[in-house]
């Protein structure tokens, strides 16, 4: 199946610090990926979706202003947490699809945010 | 609101036997569905994706999909301890997945 890459894979900051997950589709295109959060014991909660060369899409409940998100290439994707508080800290989960007509995901390996 | 129903277990089953994982889905008109294996404190792996209502087979795993009555389902054969984890179900949406809560399957030695 396709890789997505996505780094780091935990991080620990102090509260009111920013925090750059970047997502890597390694061997296609991405012109569309998707972040998840998940915290513990349930399931996936899509944040929001990311169009190379757009604005994401939010989902209703995600503060777009403190998750901002930029598809600047085909290739990368980043998730900036920003202003971190402790009720942030979440499994944070990039997914893209290899194609555009696959409903197929792959997911990257995902971020573990612990905000202190 | 589009919906994917899953029990979320645990599933406790024998290792050597068969595990069986349902999933029901409310939109009539959707058209591809997925098996996703996540183990704890992972990311989701795509186990098996199907289209066509009738049964996909891909060694020890097996999907079935009834369009009609709306569920799929994944079978695991000869089940081994490795195979506990959560299996999420989803069933893709007019532009994104719908994803079930999960069921938590555990396989005893």
Same mark, same amino acid.
């Given at each position: 199946?396709?890789?997505?890459?996505?780094?780091?894979?935990?991080?620990?900051?102090?509260?009111?610090?920013?925090?750059?997950?970047?997502?890597?589709?390694?061997?296609?295109? !991405?012109?569309?990926? *998707?972040?998840?959060?998940? *915290?513990?014991?349930?399931? #996936?909660?899509?944040?929001?979706?990311?169009?190379?060369?757009?604005? !994401?899409?939010?989902?209703?409940?995600?503060?777009?202003?403190?998750? #901002?998100?930029?598809? !600047?290439?085909?290739? #990368?994707?980043? #998730?900036?947490?920003?202003? !971190?508080?402790?009720?942030?800290?979440? *499994?944070?989960?990039?997914?893209?699809?290899?194609?555009?007509?696959?409903?197929?995901?792959?997911?990257?390996?995902?971020?573990?945010?612990?905000?202190? | 609101? @589009?919906?994917?129903?899953?029990?979320? =277990? /645990?599933?406790?089953? /024998?290792?050597?036997?068969?595990?069986?994982?349902?999933?029901?889905?409310?939109?009539?008109?959707?058209?591809?569905?997925?098996?996703?294996?996540?183990?704890?404190? @992972?990311?989701?792996?795509?186990?098996?994706?199907?289209?066509?209502?009738?049964?996909?087979?891909?060694?020890?795993?097996?999907?079935?999909?009834? @369009?009609?009555?709306?569920?799929?389902?994944?079978?695991?054969?000869?089940?081994? /301890?490795?195979?506990?984890?959560?299996?999420?179900?989803?069933?893709? =949406?007019?532009?994104?997945?719908?994803?079930?809560?999960?069921?938590?399957?555990?396989?005893? /030695?």
């Amino acid at each position: 199946g396709a890789v997505v890459s996505q780094h780091p894979s935990w991080v620990i900051c102090k509260s009111g610090t920013s925090v750059k997950i970047e997502c890597r589709s390694l061997d296609f295109q !991405a012109t569309t990926m *998707f972040w998840y959060r998940q *915290f513990p014991k349930q399931s #996936l909660m899509l944040m929001a979706t990311s169009n190379e060369g757009s604005k !994401a899409t939010y989902e209703q409940g995600v503060e777009k202003d403190k998750f #901002l998100i930029n598809h !600047a290439s085909l290739t #990368l994707s980043t #998730l900036t947490v920003t202003s !971190a508080h402790p009720e942030d800290s979440s *499994f944070y989960i990039c997914s893209a699809r290899s194609g555009p007509n696959t409903g197929e995901l792959f997911f990257g390996e995902g971020s573990r945010l612990t905000v202190l | 609101q @589009k919906e994917v129903e899953q029990n979320s =277990g /645990p599933l406790s089953v /024998p290792e050597g036997a068969i595990a069986s994982l349902n999933c029901t889905y409310s939109d009539r008109g959707s058209q591809s569905f997925f098996w996703y294996r996540q183990y704890s404190g @992972k990311s989701p792996e795509l186990i098996m994706s199907i289209y066509s209502n009738g049964d996909k087979e891909d060694g020890r795993f097996t999907a079935q999909l009834n @369009k009609a009555s709306q569920y799929v389902s994944l079978l695991i054969r000869d089940s081994q /301890p490795s195979d506990s984890a959560t299996y999420l179900c989803a069933v893709r =949406g007019n532009y994104q997945l719908i994803w079930g809560a999960g069921t938590k399957l555990i396989i005893k /030695p």
